[in-house]
């Protein structure tokens, strides 16, 4: 099995979604009831190209009414260990768990 295609999996699993099948004609990998995520396992990644595409998953999860994010992780080669990262963009952040002034107003009796 292919190293992406595990990757993918894996995303899916820690999000409690599905993996949608190769050449599916998607612009997502994976989606679950709240999230949808397009994932990259990398050599190298600039941060444009990465913000880029977090701006254009952001879209896409709007369109569902969920959270788009990007699950990247770094390929640095056999038996060496990177951890995935999740990036999603401020807006797609405040739609899942609002503002930190929101979260305080709404704590107070």
């Known amino acids: 099995m292919s190293a992406w295609k595990?990757?993918?999996r894996d995303v899916a699993r820690m999000l409690?979604?599905?993996?949608?099948?190769?050449?599916?004609g998607e612009s997502l990998d994976v989606?679950?009831?709240t999230v949808v995520a397009q994932c990259k396992l990398v050599k190298t990644m600039s941060l444009s190209a990465l913000h880029d595409l977090a701006v254009?998953?952001?879209a896409d999860g709007q369109q569902k009414g969920k959270v788009g994010l990007v699950a990247i992780k770094l390929r640095r080669g056999k038996g060496q260990k990177?951890?995935?990262?999740?990036?999603?963009?401020?807006?797609?952040?405040?739609?899942q768990n609002g503002s930190a002034a929101?979260?305080?107003?709404?704590?107070?009796p």
């Open 16 to 24: 409690g979604g599905k993996r949608f099948w190769a050449n599916s």
């Open 6 to 8: 595990q990757f993918e």
């Open 56 to 58: 254009s998953v952001a």
């Open 82 to 95: 990177t951890h995935t990262l999740y990036v999603l963009c401020d807006h797609a952040y405040y739609i």
């Open 102 to 108: 929101e979260r305080e107003n709404m704590a107070e």
């Open 31 to 33: 989606e679950s009831e």
